[in-house]
């Protein structure tokens, strides 16, 4: 767990979400971003301690504490909840936001690449999969190893640039070797 890019992404948002699951495990973030808990218990108690958050800083943020039977929220992979999602070209900035494009069966997603940096492992590079669970909103698993290193809600503000942006990836690219007559 890293414990510094979940605190930024946290102290951003003023709130705190710890969750605990069925299966005892935890997961904490700013509930747009989450991640899993690894060798220590968090508590309302004890997070700000952990985090090193001070106290001005602490009176001006929220802490959500709750048990969850949401399937979506696990470490390990659910073949039968999980679609891969495919990364469209680079990541673009956007209302001041780094975000990848996602594709997969339904269509395009974008999520905020600020939420990626608490699960990098290694090499940096990931895997996304779709996460449904009946009447709950989709949520991005993000694998940098065999099991999930966060969980990540879509980028919703991005439906007045959707439209754009599937009109540009049906472009055929433009052939650079006509202009300036090489064939290579």
Known sequence: MKVQAIKKICVAAKKIYILNTEDRQQWVGDGAGMYPVENIYLNKSNIFTIFDIEEK?????MVYCMETDDRRIDIHPNQDAEMLLEQVGY???YAGNLLYALTGPDGIIMINSAYLKPAERGDGKFEFYLRRD???IPCV???ADMLAGALITPFRDVLPIQAEFRKLCAQPAYDLAEEDGHDD
């Open 57 to 61: 800083q602490a009176e001006k943020m």
């Open 91 to 93: 990541p673009f900035f």
């Open 134 to 136: 009946e009447g709950r």
């Open 141 to 143: 698993a993000v694998y």
